[in-house]
């Protein structure tokens, strides 16, 4: 690589790790693939995870750069023809570039290159990195529409150097909206953060979420949720309560941000007295409190005696300890 190269390849990294302290989560993928696109033209591209299964891929997260939820769609009805794919299964990573016609051009895969042409991927560059102990593999495919812009050992080379710059941004963007979204630590109750698809797979966590989540699941393996935590998620619009810990979480792009902390006395409120308390704490008195909910002053005198019963405190800057507690 010359001088001027090895200049144009750092900037374009500084330029994406830039990118992923800025952008926000949806926004950085898009980013990143039209930055490289100038040094490695490609028309579309396809960005996920997924694990390997032996009929082909399952994929886990999608991010789709100008292509259609229909493509995806379709190639569940082909995937155990892409032989392309396969060849990567359990080789921890690598990169090539292949024209589609040559790869597939054997009878037996006549369905999956019909497929393939039809949505324009006529070369074919494919990135991945897996872990063979667990068959979860991180890739990202850029594709030619042009049948005859087939794919060049330099930019094979060229995008294998890209790749693992590229798959650790996007996990720092990840990050820093993590950071960003979840409630900071309060008080002495310290909180532990992960980042999973909703299929389970971890991509990220603390120390502090192993050891709160081992406390709540003994000889739990740290590459997975607890299968039980992952079906709350499914079919729950609400925190985990646990034994021990509270889960709390935000779904986007795919992906469960999480937060996990040590159960407090808060978390056995009611909802209904869980407002009560944050309007004690705010300064209300329960007559403020009975004009706001519409109940009269009696009730909410006995809300406010279960309050600080189940929270074993005698005053409201007793409550106001325990809610900081619990986020």
């Known amino acids: 690589m010359t001088s001027q190269a090895l200049h144009d390849f750092s900037t374009l990294l500084l330029h994406l790790y830039r990118l992923s ?23 579309a591209s396809m960005w996920g995870t997924a694990s390997t299964a032996s009929e082909g891929i399952d994929v886990h997260t999608l991010h789709l750069h100008r292509k259609t939820p229909e493509m995806m769609m379709e190639y569940d009805n082909f995937k155990h023809l892409d032989s392309a794919a396969a060849s990567f299964f ?4 690598g ?17 999956f290159l019909d497929y393939v042409r039809r949505y ?3 070369n074919i560059f494919i990135t991945m990195d897996s872990d063979p102990r667990t068959n979860f593999m991180h890739w990202f495919s850029l594709f030619r529409a042009d049948p005859d812009a087939h794919c060049r050992p330099e930019e094979v080379s060229l995008l294998a150097s890209l790749s693992p710059h590229m798959m650790q941004a996007l996990a720092l963007n990840r990050l820093m909206h993590l950071g ?8 002495s109750q310290p909180r532990g953060s992960a980042i999973a698809d909703l299929k389970g797979a971890i991509y990220h966590c603390d120390v502090t979420f192993v050891a709160l989540m081992q406390e709540e699941f003994p000889g739990w393996p740290r590459q ?8 709350h998620f499914m079919t729950e619009q609400c ?13 986007e792009q795919r992906l469960l941000f999480l937060s996990v902390r040590k159960r407090c006395r808060a978390d056995g409120l009611t909802p209904r007295e869980h ?5 004690l704490a705010r300064g209300d008195t329960h007559k403020d409190i009975a004009a706001i909910l519409n109940r009269s002053p009696a009730t909410v005198r006995n809300h406010i005696q279960s309050i600080y019963d189940k929270l074993q405190v005698g005053n409201v800057a007793g409550l106001i300890q325990e809610l900081r507690l619990a986020g």
Not at 180 to 187: E, V
Not at 239 to 251: D, E, F, I, N, P
Not at 275 to 279: I, M, N, Q, S
Request: proline letters at 9%.
């Open 21 to 43: 302290h800025e952008l926000p989560i949806d926004a950085f993928q898009d980013a990143a693939l039209e930055l490289i696109k100038p040094v490695l033209p490609f028309d």
């Open 90 to 93: 359990g080789k921890g990573h």
């Open 95 to 111: 990169t090539r570039g292949f024209n589609s016609a040559s790869w597939w051009s054997e009878p037996k895969y006549a369905p």
């Open 120 to 122: 324009d991927q006529n």
């Open 180 to 187: 960003r979204t979840l409630s900071p630590a309060s008080g």
């Open 224 to 231: 997975a949720l607890p299968s039980s935590l992952q079906e």
């Open 239 to 251: 925190a985990y309560m646990g034994r021990h810990v509270a889960v709390s979480y935000r779904l």
């Open 275 to 279: 407002t009560v308390a944050e309007l």
